[in-house]
């Protein structure tokens, strides 16, 4: 079964609205990090976020993580319609570097 | 600049053919990885090298072989590609996997 699993598996707002989206893991884990896809292409590291941290910025993107309920969340602030693309969670949960992707969440931002 | 080339981007090919679709990356990172990836789904990883001349098989079961000769280049060759491995197939490659992955652009394959 999958390592990372995205809540919702599609989300759709309004530009400038807020979108949030979740993930669950299973095992424990060394560091979470969120990636985005567009259409067709490969993924673009967005953010990582260490076992030790609970909460981390970049630019409008927010992403937390609680270790006791093993999930994680990745806020888009103020959305914008270029913000479309596929978000994926993946953990690194040995220290051999090798990370697990979860099914991802596709976020729509209409304008 | 640094980065991560696939190529081609998009191969057509009849079934029975060999192929081999070229991954490198100009970083220096010793990690690298190959995900199969359909439309719209999870990425799944069948190949992964931690540096020259270690090659793993991943957590799906892949009838593709790789190869690790030097640091920055992993290529990926089907022996007698079949219809049923017509998917996405991305490359990475990674510093230790402490700051995350960077990935290629995808070569999107099809079998016909």
């Known amino acids: 079964s999958q390592q990372g699993e995205e809540d919702p598996q599609a989300l759709s707002i309004q530009e400038g609205e807020n979108a949030t989206m979740n993930c669950s893991y299973k095992?424990?884990?060394?560091?979470l990090q969120w990636y985005r896809q567009n259409s067709g292409r490969g993924l673009v590291h967005l953010i990582l976020?260490?076992?030790?941290?609970r909460e981390k910025h970049s630019g409008r993107l927010r992403v937390t993580l609680d270790t006791s309920k093993k999930s994680s969340s990745l806020l888009i602030t103020a959305s914008r319609a270029a913000d479309t693309a596929s978000y994926f969670c993946?953990?690194?949960?040995?220290?051999?570097?090798?990370?697990?992707f979860g099914d991802g969440t596709t976020l729509t931002v209409k304008p | 600049e640094a980065d991560i080339y696939q190529t081609p981007r998009y191969l057509v090919i009849g079934t029975g053919k060999k192929i081999t679709l070229e991954c490198s990356q100009t970083?220096?990172?010793?990690?690298m990885y190959w995900y199969q990836q359909d439309p719209g789904m999870e990425l799944h990883l069948i190949h992964y090298?931690?540096?020259?001349?270690?090659?793993e098989k991943g957590d799906l079961s892949s009838e593709s072989t790789v190869s690790r000769i030097r640091t920055e280049h992993f290529p990926l060759t089907l022996e007698s590609a079949r219809p049923s491995h017509t998917s996405q197939y991305l490359c990475?490659?990674?510093?230790?996997?402490?700051?995350?992955?960077?990935f290629g652009s995808g070569t999107r394959l099809t079998v016909v």
């Open positions: 090298s931690y540096g020259v001349n270690s090659t």
């Open positions: 970083m220096g990172h010793d990690k």
């Open positions: 095992t424990s884990i060394n560091n």
């Open positions: 990475a490659s990674s510093e230790n996997g402490v700051y995350g992955y960077t």
């Open positions: 976020i260490r076992s030790n941290e």
């Open positions: 993946a953990t690194d949960s040995t220290n051999a570097g090798k990370s697990t």
